[in-house]
């Protein structure tokens, strides 16, 4: 079946650097690539999210790149802020489909 | 702005018991999705609907059903708990026709099972 692989499980960076953050996915008919931030408890949160015909998007510090031919999707975050800590999923879904495979997630923590 | 409504918020159950865990979508969205995501996991897809119709499923138990009814909520019921159903259950919808339309989460069920 469909899989998102997600890596890495656990981020520590200090503030101020980058984080990235890298997923790949099984289903080459997969066409929309969503992010979500989510924190302890909560409901995650659409950050930024990206469709098969780009290869990248940005919004402030933070940009998604695809690359479909390797059937790999990033999640970059520049300087970072103690806020930014969170778990990060990416997901990837598919046309005429309606379900949503999220990755296994990322633990990232913002030293201050 | 309207957001998807979960309830109810927290729900303790002992085994074998059942429980009703209900969805309000944001209005004029069309397609519902569950998820039931354990402690430190990824959300894990169970079932989608699109217009009162299951779309897609996933890896719901047997002992679980879902529906969704006219004014599209959508209700996940779940027989025989067992332990390890406790978790965190998410309800998100989308708008209208679209599959690769962003999901927008509800606050989630946190179902305890004793």
């Known amino acids: 079946g469909e899989n998102v692989e997600q890596h890495p499980s656990t981020l520590s960076v200090q503030e101020g650097d980058s984080a990235v953050i890298k997923c790949t996915y099984s289903?080459?008919?997969?066409?929309?690539f969503p992010w979500y931030k989510q924190e302890l408890g909560k409901r995650p949160q659409l950050i930024i999210d990206?469709?098969?015909?780009?290869g990248e998007k940005k919004d402030q510090r933070i940009a998604v790149t695809l690359n479909k031919t390797a059937k790999h999707f990033s999640l970059h975050i520049t300087e970072t802020q103690p806020e930014d800590s969170a778990v990060y999923f990416c997901?990837?879904?598919?046309?005429?489909?309606?379900?949503?495979?999220f990755g296994t997630g990322t633990r990232l923590k913002v030293l201050a | 702005a309207a957001g998807v409504i979960q309830s109810p918020r927290h729900l303790i159950k002992e085994k074998r018991e059942t429980a009703t865990l209900k969805c309000y979508p944001i209005?004029?969205?069309?397609?519902v999705y569950w998820y039931q995501q354990g402690p430190g996991q990824d959300p894990q897809f169970l079932i989608s609907?699109?217009?009162?119709?299951?779309?897609d499923k996933g890896s719901i138990p047997d002992r679980f059903s879902a529906q969704q009814f006219s004014d599209y909520h959508s209700e996940l019921n779940m027989s025989s708990l067992e332990l390890g159903d406790s978790a965190l259950y998410f309800c998100?919808?989308?708008?209208?026709?679209?599959?690769?339309?962003?999901?927008?989460f509800g606050s989630g069920t946190q179902l305890s099972v004793l």
């Open positions: 998100a919808s989308s708008r209208p026709g679209q599959a690769n339309e962003k999901l927008f």
């Open positions: 289903d080459s008919a997969s066409n929309y």
């Open positions: 990206i469709r098969s015909n780009v």
């Open positions: 997901a990837a879904a598919t046309s005429g489909t309606y379900k949503y495979i």
């Open positions: 209005p004029r969205h069309d397609t």
């Open positions: 609907f699109y217009e009162k119709m299951q779309s």
